[in-house]
């Protein structure tokens, strides 16, 4: 039997590994959350949408694939059976403002609140951001902005339509 020996430098040496990660953090880079996002991150979203005796609960999954968000978005409803869907955005998307309405919505994030249930979570592996609601009139403005935004991924929605409609209507 024989065995050689090489003196040769091993090309995949410590020195020569590049390790894949992300620089992504969800509590300073949520309203860039289209662009800031990479391959290996991925962002959920749980938003709860029920109103005095109709629960609706909507869960979104973002994660990048080269240059596009996939969002698979699954709901959950008290009148209809769940539904999932599959979306595909450019990641230079102008029309679905994910990180927009996050930053708007900035002044209803708290850290920890006992006396409430969060309205929408926004989580990663690292970091959780809970936007709450204070009342019936500010959740359905809070429910009204979310559906304005949905309706730009998916106009064939009747709930995300009837904002619109009920906006040109004004």
Same mark, same amino acid.
């Given at each position: 039997?024989?065995?050689?020996?090489?003196?040769? #430098?091993?090309?995949?040496?410590?020195?020569?590994?590049?390790?894949?990660?992300?620089?992504?953090?969800?509590?300073?880079?949520?309203?860039?959350?289209?662009?800031?996002? %990479?391959?290996?991150?991925?962002?959920?979203?749980?938003? &709860?949408?029920?109103?005095?005796?109709?629960?609706?609960?909507?869960?979104?999954?973002?994660?990048?694939?080269?240059?596009?968000?996939?969002?698979?978005?699954?709901?959950? &409803?008290?009148?209809?059976?769940?539904?999932?869907?599959?979306?595909?955005?450019?990641?230079?998307?102008?029309?679905?403002?994910?990180?927009?309405?996050?930053?708007?919505?900035?002044?209803?994030?708290?850290?920890? &609140?006992?006396?409430?249930?969060?309205?929408?979570?926004?989580?990663?592996?690292?970091?959780?951001?809970?936007?709450? %609601?204070?009342?019936?009139?500010?959740?359905?403005?809070?429910?009204? #902005?979310?559906?304005?935004?949905?309706?730009?991924? &998916?106009?064939?929605?009747?709930?995300?339509?009837?904002?619109?409609?009920?906006?040109?209507?004004?």
């Amino acid at each position: 039997m024989l065995v050689f020996l090489s003196c040769k #430098e091993e090309v995949n040496s410590d020195k020569n590994v590049e390790i894949n990660q992300s620089d992504f953090k969800l509590k300073n880079d949520f309203a860039q959350l289209s662009s800031k996002l %990479t391959n290996f991150d991925t962002v959920n979203i749980s938003v &709860d949408l029920s109103i005095c005796t109709w629960e609706r609960i909507e869960k979104i999954q973002l994660t990048k694939s080269n240059d596009s968000l996939k969002i698979n978005l699954i709901v959950e &409803d008290s009148d209809f059976e769940v539904q999932h869907q599959f979306f595909k955005i450019e990641e230079n998307d102008s029309v679905w403002k994910i990180g927009n309405f996050l930053k708007n919505n900035e002044n209803r994030l708290k850290t920890n &609140d006992s006396d409430s249930s969060p309205r929408m979570v926004v989580f990663n592996k690292t970091d959780t951001l809970k936007y709450y %609601t204070d009342g019936l009139v500010d959740s359905n403005n809070f429910i009204a #902005e979310y559906y304005r935004m949905m309706h730009k991924i &998916d106009p064939t929605n009747e709930l995300y339509d009837l904002i619109t409609t009920v906006d040109s209507i004004k």
